[in-house]
């Protein structure tokens, strides 16, 4: 099958990007507006892009309607996040933050989480979640005004957090971690079904 983009709608090609690429990580994303209203949502379109300085990436689209996501406002409000990696047990209450409640309602109380106070930034921590990220924007690109354009959000991490009982000598215990990639649709994957390959050289 050939696919020229320029014959694709912003749905059909959406549909082709998330079947292919898969699995997706899962960025839980707090932020803040200026009245101190929490916002909470999963981004999948989510990665680590430097090391040295260490930088997240994630990107909310525009809505459907053209409107930018609240993340995205918030951001502009409080220019920090925490970014809490989402792991099995949790993976039904982060369903429910991709609820689109309106922007003066938090979905930490609604999806019955808890916060915990950062160290370095306002938006503070999901309490429930094992592993967090606490970042200070760097960038935010704008990739046009159209419905599902995209935003990328980079962020410098200046904080994690860890669980005491994932930690290891520097290492994630990934078993322990139990994290969840998110596929299309309403499918994820778990990351139980691991195996090694030895690198070349
Ligand atoms: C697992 C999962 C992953 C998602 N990934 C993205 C994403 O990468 N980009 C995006 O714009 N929306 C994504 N969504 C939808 C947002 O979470 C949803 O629109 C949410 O309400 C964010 O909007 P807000 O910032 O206005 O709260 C995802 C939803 C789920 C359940």
New binding site residues.
């Given amino acids: 099958m050939e696919l020229a983009i320029a014959d694709l709608d912003a749905t059909a090609i959406y549909k082709l990007m998330v079947g292919s690429i898969q699995p997706?990580p899962?960025?839980w994303?707090c932020?803040r507006n200026h009245q101190g209203v929490l916002?909470?949502?999963?981004?999948?379109?989510?990665t680590l892009v430097s090391v040295n300085p260490p930088i997240v990436a994630?990107?909310?689209?525009?809505?459907p309607d053209g409107s930018?996501?609240?993340?995205?406002?918030?951001l502009q409000e409080c220019p920090e996040f925490t970014l809490n990696i989402?792991s099995h047990r949790v993976v039904e209450a982060?369903?429910k933050?991709?609820?689109?409640?309106a922007?003066g309602d938090s979905?930490v109380g609604f999806a019955g989480l808890s916060t915990t106070p950062s160290l370095a930034v306002l938006p503070p921590r999901i309490a429930q979640a094992q592993i967090h990220f606490e970042c200070r924007l760097r960038d935010l690109q704008r990739f046009g005004d159209e419905p599902?354009a995209?935003r990328l959000v980079l962020g410098d991490i200046i904080q994690v957090h860890v669980a005491d009982e994932l930690y290891d000598q520097g290492r994630i215990r990934t078993e322990k971690l139990d994290a969840v990639g998110?596929m299309a649709g309403n499918t994820?994957s778990t990351t139980r079904d691991t195996f090694d390959i030895d690198r070349p050289g």
Avoid at 58 to 63: E, Q, T
Avoid at 97 to 101: D, G, R, Y
Wanted: hydrophobic letters at 45%; glycine letters at 2%.
């Fill in positions: 997706r899962i960025a994303v932020t916002n909470l949502a999963p981004f999948s379109f989510f994630f990107a909310p689209l525009r809505k930018e996501k609240d993340t995205v406002l918030n989402v982060m369903n933050t991709s609820a689109p409640l922007r979905e599902m995209g998110r994820y």
